[in-house]
């Protein structure tokens, strides 16, 4: 039977909370930047109109 030390333990638990931190910043990262994008194209709506090519003579 193979009996784990607490150190493989420590070292198991502490590549789970960097894996869990490093998740949380890219989660967080994507989030900022779809928000950015999100309010981005809300405030600058597509115009409904072409602009005018030529002017009034």
Same mark, same amino acid.
């Given at each position: =039977? @193979?009996?784990?030390?607490?150190?493989?333990? $420590?070292a $198991?638990?502490?590549?789970? $909370?960097?894996?869990?931190? =490093?998740? !949380?910043?890219?989660? #967080? @990262?994507?989030?900022?930047? &779809? !928000?950015?994008?999100? #309010? &981005?194209?809300?405030?600058?709506p597509? !115009?409904?109109?072409a $602009?005018k090519?030529?002017?009034q !003579?």
């Open positions: =039977m @193979i009996q784990h030390t607490p150190t493989k333990r $420590a $198991a638990k502490r590549r789970l $909370a960097q894996w869990r931190v =490093m998740w !949380l910043i890219e989660h #967080s @990262i994507w989030h900022q930047l &779809f !928000l950015c994008i999100d #309010s &981005f194209v809300l405030r600058n597509p !115009l409904r109109k $602009a090519r030529y002017g !003579l």
